[in-house]
């Protein structure tokens, strides 16, 4: 796991995956969720929907090398639940754009 090329973790059915963002991981969350600035803003304010945060966790893994569907995705257990998956995205983004501490 290197953060500083923008990797995360995410355990999805208690296998550990790294994520990370690509200009098409990029592309294909845009495309879903509208501008990625419109996201971090929700994200920021805690007004992220679960569909902002699946279609993030599944372009992270994708571009990691993840080659599950969302709706495997959907199904799936993610260790630490819900929240883990939404601060997994925001720590995504955070190291995707080079914001912020590398050690999060």
Do not use: C
Request: aromatic residues 4%.
């Amino acid at each position: 796991m290197n953060p500083f090329r923008g990797e995360v973790p995410l355990t999805v059915n208690g296998h550990t995956h790294v994520m990370r963002l690509t200009l098409g991981a990029l592309v294909a969350v845009e495309a879903e969720r509208g501008p990625i600035p419109d996201l971090i803003e929700r994200l920021e304010a805690g007004r992220a929907e679960a569909n902002d945060v699946l279609s993030l966790l599944h372009a992270g893994l994708n571009a990691g090398g993840w080659t599950g569907e969302v709706e495997t995705l959907l199904q799936a257990e993610i260790e630490g639940g819900y929240l883990v998956a939404v601060q997994s995205a925001a720590l995504l983004l955070k190291r995707g754009f080079g914001l912020g501490e590398h050690n999060d």
